[in-house]
C-alpha cells in the first residue's frame, strides 16, 4: 500500500489540545488522524454527529425574523404589500386626528 501526505492548517492552540488529546488516548496525532481519515473514507460519513451552535450575538428574535421573512416575501411578489403607504405626512397626521 502507498502512502500519500495530507496537510491542513489549525491554530497552534487547537495543535497542542489535539496532540495531547491523542497522547492521552496512547496514540500519536499522526495515528489519531489515520483513523478518522480511514473511517470517513470507508463508511462515507463523520464518525460522530455534527451540531452547529450559533452564535447567540447574531441571533435574531422571532418578531424580527417573521418581519424579515415577509418582507422577502412582498419582495418577491408571494404576498401582497398590505402596509399603508404614506405619500403626504401632513395629510397622514391630519387623518388621524393629530
Known sequence: MSTA????KVDSNT??????????MGLTSSALLNIFVTRVAREQAVPFSLKVVPDKSKVI?????????KELAIVNGLIPDDDNKVDDLD?????LGV
Open 5 to 8: 501526505s495530507m496537510n491542513f
Open 15 to 24: 495543535k497542542n489540545l489535539f496532540n495531547q488529546a491523542a497522547e492521552n
Open 61 to 69: 428574535d422571532e418578531e424580527s425574523q417573521k418581519a424579515m421573512i
Open 91 to 95: 395629510e397622514y397626521f391630519k387623518n
